[in-house]
Each structure stands twice: as structure tokens, then as C-alpha cells.
């Protein structure tokens, strides 16, 4: 999919900061606002509630050419999904509007529902409301995802301290190198003849990983309900993004050890053969969804044993830093920074 051009006048990430700056004010019962995977509203019961919002466009987020109308519906899900599950909290509640543009057949709409609510039945997720509008340029999805605590706690990007723990879930890489055989199939299918390492049931799991992604609810609300992480973020723009919007955040440094960086082996097949470092999926490739979190290393052995027991895939991958050592990732006994190089709007 053809990223877009860079903007001569805008950067996101910046943007986003000076909207917040001039319009971010303090409310009645905000707890979080602007700045994390979602935010937050204390209400009079012993509960928080929790909303997040995307805006999907078509050419940017997806193109129509490499994926169906069901798996653009269900990532659109994933996606929100994510950034609850992000902040340990249960989602309940979905609201979608659509811009459709004239050349989307019914059929198409419906398709796309069907992939949403496949995602959100998983999750016990109900529709609730939103809209639709005629769109002249290309397919427009905004989702509004509203989720809930129990209690008064939520994992937040903030709260990292140097000397924690840093983790992930799952596997890193899967979905942009699926991405990439979607974008080229030609490639894909002369790499399965040539005979490499490279099979159809690797491709099958790398473009199922990309369509199909899964949001990490239940290790989220596990975090947070036992109190075990100190902070967390989804994993939606890149290990190496991610990782540096948490520090920002919690106003700390940290240290990446390559070599530990979980690799799922269909990865690695792709990444050889192609003749690039599966490393480069992992740091640059977003949309895994998977949890990026720092613990304090007295709940590390914790962690460990009650992941093995619930059948959660956690692999520690470093340690948090005082802020003034930056972002290093390191390799074979060398220390080097880690270049940003996840996607950015704009940029």
C-alpha cells in the first residue's frame, strides 16, 4: 500500500501536541485525556470508563486491492479492541460511522459489518449507534470504542521507572511482513516454487496475521486487575514508536536486547527469504496489536509463572533507563540508538 506524500506544513505527532496544548482542558471526573491509548472517566460508581476513537481511511489505513471488505472490518475492530485492551480495561461498547463513496456496492457494507462484529463478538461487545455519510473520496471508518473497570485503576504510558522490566506478547513483525506478501503475490507464490524455507502454511500465518490480528484483552485486564504492570501500550505503530511514546510518557530511557525480540519462525522464513533481518519487521512494523509493558522486577518471577499457567506468550526484552540514556537497543555486546522508524501521518 503507497504511503502518502510527505506534508510540507504538518507533522502528526507534533500536531497532536499543540492541539492539546490550546484545547485539552481539565473536566468533571476526567481522569485521562488526550496523550494515551484511551481515556478515561470517573463516574460516581466505583468504576472507570474508558473511550477510544479511530478514523480508518481508505489509500492510508488499507486499500481495497489487497484486502476484503470483511478483514477491513475486522482490523477496523482490532484496532480499538487494542487500545483497550492497552489500558487493562473490559470493552462493551461499539459506535461506527461510515463515509462510503458511490463505486462501494451494499454488498461491500455489509461485509465490513459482518468482519466488525466478528471481531466484537469474541469480546462480547455490543453496537450501539454511529452514522453513515457519501463520501467522495474513498471508503471512511470512524470507530468509537467504549470500555469499563470495575475499579479505579487502568495501565497507563505513564508510570515506567528506570531499573523496570520491559516486556511484550506475542510475536513482533508478523503483520507488516503479511502486509507485504498481500501487496505482492507474484513474490509470495515464486518464493513457495523456488522451494526455500519459505511454505503456504507461512504465508498462510503471516496474511491471517495481518487480516485477523488479535487484540490482547485478556492479558490487559490481567495486568491491571493484579496490579503487575507499572505501564503499557498497544503495539499499533512499531516496536521502535512505541517503545519511544512510552518513554516519553513515563519521562524515562530504556534498553532493547535484540536478540530476545520474539520472532514468530514464519517471520524469520519470510525475512530470509526476501534477504532482510526479521529484526526490521519487528521494530518498524505496526499493527501486531500485541502489548508492550514495564513491571518492576520484584513481579518478575510473577509474571512469568502466572503467564506459563494462563497460556500467555510474555517475553522480556529489556530494561527501563533514566531518561538521559535515550532509546538503545543492543546487539552482540554493542549499544546503539534506535532509529524511530515506525509509520507517522504526515511525515
Same mark, same amino acid.
Given at each position: 500500500m503507497a504511503r502518502p506524500q510527505a506534508h510540507p506544513h504538518i507533522q502528526e505527532f507534533a500536531l497532536i501536541r499543540s492541539l492539546e496544548g490550546q484545547f485539552a482542558r481539565h473536566a468533571p471526573g476526567l481522569v485521562q485525556g488526550i496523550g494515551d491509548d484511551a481515556a478515561v472517566i470517573e463516574t460516581s460508581a466505583q468504576a472507570w470508563w474508558y473511550f477510544t476513537t479511530d478514523l480508518l481511511a481508505e489509500g492510508i489505513h488499507f486499500d481495497m486491492k489487497s484486502a476484503t471488505s470483511e478483514s477491513i472490518g475486522y482490523r477496523a475492530a482490532m484496532a480499538n479492541l487494542s487500545d483497550i485492551a492497552a489500558m487493562g480495561a473490559v470493552p462493551r461498547y461499539l459506535l461506527i460511522s461510515l463515509a462510503i463513496p458511490r463505486t462501494l456496492k451494499r454488498s461491500h457494507i455489509y461485509k465490513l459489518y459482518r468482519g466488525l462484529m466478528k471481531a466484537c463478538r469474541l469480546y462480547d461487545v455490543a453496537l450501539i449507534g454511529g452514522d453513515t455519510s457519501a463520501s467522495k473520496a474513498g471508503l471512511f471508518l470512524s470507530i468509537t470504542l467504549v470500555g469499563t473497570t470495575s475499579g479505579r485503576r487502568a495501565l497507563f504510558r505513564r508510570g515506567a521507572k528506570a531499573g523496570d522490566d520491559i516486556y511484550v506478547s506475542g510475536t513482533l513483525g508478523d503483520s507488516l511482513a503479511g502486509l507485504k506478501l498481500l501487496m505482492s503475490r507474484t513474490t509470495s507464490y515464486s518464493l513457495v516454487r523456488r522451494k526455500t524455507k519459505f511454505s503456504r502454511s507461512h504465508r498462510q500465518f503471516l496474511v491471517r496475521r495481518h487480516?485477523?490480528?488479535?487484540?490482547?484483552?485478556?492479558?490487559?485486564?490481567? *495486568?491491571?486487575?493484579? %496490579? *503487575?504492570?507499572?505501564?503499557?501500550?498497544?503495539?499499533?505503530?512499531? *516496536?521502535?514508536?512505541? *517503545?519511544?511514546?512510552?518513554? +516519553? +510518557?513515563?519521562?524515562?530511557?530504556?534498553?532493547?536486547?535484540?536478540?530476545? #525480540?520474539? #520472532?514468530?519462525?514464519?517471520?524469520?522464513?519470510?525475512?530470509?527469504?526476501?534477504?532482510?533481518?526479521?529484526?526490521? &519487521?519487528?521494530?518498524?512494523?505496526? +499493527?501486531?496489536?500485541?502489548?508492550? &509493558?514495564?513491571?518492576?522486577?520484584?513481579?518478575?518471577?510473577?509474571?512469568?509463572? %502466572?503467564a506459563q499457567t494462563r497460556g500467555y506468550r510474555i517475553t522480556r526484552i529489556g530494561t527501563i533507563r533514566p531518561q538521559r540514556f535515550g532509546i538503545q537497543m543492543r546487539s552482540d555486546g554493542r549499544t546503539q540508538p534506535m532509529p524511530a522508524t515506525s509509520y507517522e501521518h504526515f511525515r
Open positions: 487480516s485477523h490480528p488479535t487484540a490482547r484483552v485478556a492479558e490487559g485486564q490481567w *495486568l491491571n486487575d493484579g %496490579q *503487575l504492570a507499572s505501564a503499557a501500550i498497544d503495539l499499533s505503530d512499531g *516496536l521502535s514508536g512505541d *517503545l519511544r511514546h512510552l518513554c +516519553e +510518557e513515563s519521562r524515562v530511557g530504556a534498553e532493547i536486547e535484540l536478540d530476545t #525480540i520474539p #520472532i514468530s519462525p514464519a517471520c524469520r522464513a519470510y525475512a530470509r527469504a526476501i534477504g532482510v533481518s526479521p529484526i526490521r &519487521f519487528a521494530l518498524t512494523g505496526g +499493527e501486531d496489536y500485541e502489548l508492550l &509493558f514495564t513491571a518492576s522486577p520484584h513481579n518478575c518471577e510473577t509474571i512469568e509463572q %502466572q
